[in-house]
């Protein structure tokens, strides 16, 4: 079956476990998945530190309600969505609808969590992320970082952990120049500038969630 016979067998789909199984078995499953998460209407999020019973999407109490944060200051946007798909499908959409036009991407790993920024002068300082996401600008890709004052000519290593309150600079550094890394997940429901930018700064394709 192709990807659109797939998107109407996801519409009668009601736990979100079950379809993201059933989305991984091959690219016609993640194809339909796609399909069915753009169809969706949005949900808007709200900013707020107040934990909730009640979905988002559905508006009913829940006795399990599941919960994306937005990689942002404090309070963050928040989506509280049910276990059911549809509702998990319109939170979904909603995030990564959100993001695109904020030009930005939120699903990435930093494996070293702290490193060397380098300074305009050409020297470097120890940072470390400020935000939980990369900054889309055309083809380059930019993380925002925090810094401390205090400048070195080289990398010296290793890095000790310093406390984020004595970061106390911030500035927008080529991915290039981090230890951060892009995952490829929900591929097929980013837009294509997204998409086009990421592969751009990739050499290599990891297998798609």
């Not at 919960?67 to 946007?77: D, G, K, M, T």
């Not at 702290?114 to 992320?129: N, P």
């Not at 400020?130 to 070195?152: A, E, H, T, W």
Request: hydrophobic content about 30%; aromatic content about 16%.
């Amino acid at each position: 079956m192709n990807g659109d016979t797939w998107y109407i067998v996801f519409k009668f789909i009601k736990y979100t476990k079950d379809a993201l199984n059933l989305k991984n078995v091959c690219k016609c499953t993640n194809s339909g998945f796609s399909l069915y998460i753009k169809s969706k209407e949005i949900t808007y999020p709200r900013r707020t530190f107040i934990t909730q019973d009640t979905c988002m999407t559905c508006g009913k109490p829940k006795k399990n309600v599941n919960a994306i944060i937005y990689p942002e200051c404090y309070p963050p946007r928040m989506l509280y969505y049910c276990d059911s798909f549809s509702c998990f499908s319109s939170s979904l959409k909603s995030f990564c609808f959100s993001m695109e036009q904020e030009y930005s991407y939120p699903f990435i790993e930093d494996i070293e969590k702290q490193f060397y920024v380098k300074r305009t002068d050409g020297t470097y300082s120890q940072g470390r992320l400020q935000d939980r996401k990369v900054y889309i600008k055309g083809s380059n890709i930019f993380c925002n970082v925090m810094f401390l004052d205090k400048k070195q000519f080289t990398k010296k290593y290793p890095i000790h952990n310093v406390t984020p309150n004595n970061f106390n600079l911030h500035k927008l550094v080529n991915i290039n120049d981090t230890c951060v890394t892009i995952l490829k997940l929900f591929w097929n429901i980013w837009n294509n500038d997204i998409k086009k930018a990421i592969n751009t700064q990739l050499d290599y394709t990891p297998y798609i969630l």
